[in-house]
């Protein structure tokens, strides 16, 4: 299948998926309130640290309360892109022995997983994750979604955004990949997963870590998930920093990409299809 035809067929799987996971309207809604529910938790325990914190201790970490409460808003609404778990349909073929059906349609078998959980992903997650960002702008002031840093930052944050999107698909895509080896089982996926959520901010802000862990924080791919957008949205990030942060989410992206990719290709030529 030559680029063009590549491209079109791309296109139309990502937008029948994407009308597939918005008829799963229940469960979205059901998950807004779990994040919002989670999100008003962090945002007073927050409160409760910064407030009460011996000699301001909270204050002269590199988020202000105000910040922080943002990054918990936004670090909701973004951990929904983040996978916590294989597609499930993917994940049925490799285990009934389907990926050898797969292998007979035209389209390269990683172009095709990754376009579909990219947009599975998407049609489920698009939804809820505004609905939660729009709950955290209509909470009481002191616990409510503050306002961008700057408009050249929200502007960064946008493109961030998107950058961290195709960073998260294309990790999932690299667990995807590992996942074809069934003798390994779900735990090095699940473990991997799980390290992903916890070093990408979401669970707690990667300023708030130790001072002697930030430049490995900034440098590791899973900030991209959450942490660089957030940071440029809050402003702990200036504009000015916004360049080699996105960067550095463009590098890993390529670099999960091509990591996947060769997994697959390789494990291709000898795998074991199961079922029958």
């Given at each position: 299948?030559?680029?063009?035809n ?6 139309s799987?990502?937008?029948i998926r994407?009308?597939?996971g918005?008829?799963y309207?229940?469960?979205?809604i059901?998950g807004?309130?779990?994040s919002?529910?989670?999100g ?5 325990l ?6 009460y ?6 204050n002269n970490?590199?988020?202000s ?5 943002s990054?918990v ?5 973004l951990f929904?892109l983040?996978s ?5 349909e993917?994940m049925?073929?490799?285990?009934n022995?389907?990926?050898g ?10 172009t095709?997983?990754?376009?579909k959980?990219?947009a599975?992903k998407?049609g ?5 994750s505004?609905a939660?960002?729009?709950?955290g702008?209509l909470?009481?002031?002191?616990y409510a ?5 700057s408009?050249?930052g929200?502007?960064c ?6 950058m961290?999107?195709v960073?998260?698909?294309?990790f999932?895509m ?7 080896n069934?003798?390994w089982?779900?735990g090095p996926?699940y473990m ?5 959520g916890?070093?990408s901010?979401t669970?707690?802000p ?13 440098l590791?791919?899973f900030?991209g998930?959450a942490d660089?957008?957030?940071q440029l949205?809050v ?9 080699p942060?996105?960067g550095?989410q463009?590098?890993?992206?390529a670099?999960f ?15 074991i299809?199961?079922?029958?």
């Amino acid at each position: 299948m030559n680029f063009r035809n590549t491209c079109k067929a791309s296109s139309s799987l990502f937008r029948i998926r994407m009308a597939e996971g918005l008829q799963y309207r229940a469960s979205a809604i059901s998950g807004v309130f779990v994040s919002v529910f989670w999100g008003f938790l962090e945002c007073v325990l927050f409160t409760v640290f910064y407030t009460y914190s011996d000699n301001g201790a909270w204050n002269n970490n590199g988020l202000s309360l105000s910040q922080t409460i943002s990054y918990v808003w936004l670090a909701q609404g973004l951990f929904i892109l983040q996978s916590m778990n294989i597609d499930g349909e993917i994940m049925a073929k490799i285990n009934n022995g389907d990926v050898g059906v797969e292998l007979c349609r035209p389209m390269n078998l990683y172009t095709h997983w990754f376009v579909k959980s990219s947009a599975g992903k998407l049609g489920t997650s698009w939804l809820r994750s505004l609905a939660t960002i729009l709950a955290g702008l209509l909470m009481p002031v002191s616990y409510a979604l503050g306002a961008p840093a700057s408009a050249l930052g929200f502007a960064c944050f946008l493109l961030s955004v998107v950058m961290a999107f195709v960073l998260c698909s294309a990790f999932a895509m690299f667990v995807t990949a590992i996942r074809l080896n069934i003798t390994w089982g779900d735990g090095p996926t699940y473990m991997l997963l799980l390290f992903s959520g916890i070093l990408s901010g979401t669970y707690l802000p990667l300023r708030l870590w130790p001072d002697f862990m930030q430049t490995f924080l900034y440098l590791q791919p899973f900030g991209g998930f959450a942490d660089i957008p957030v940071q440029l949205y809050v402003g702990s990030l200036a504009p000015s920093g916004a360049l080699p942060a996105i960067g550095l989410q463009l590098f890993w992206s390529a670099l999960f990409i091509f990591a996947g990719r060769s997994i697959m290709t390789r494990k291709l030529k000898s795998i074991i299809v199961q079922g029958g």
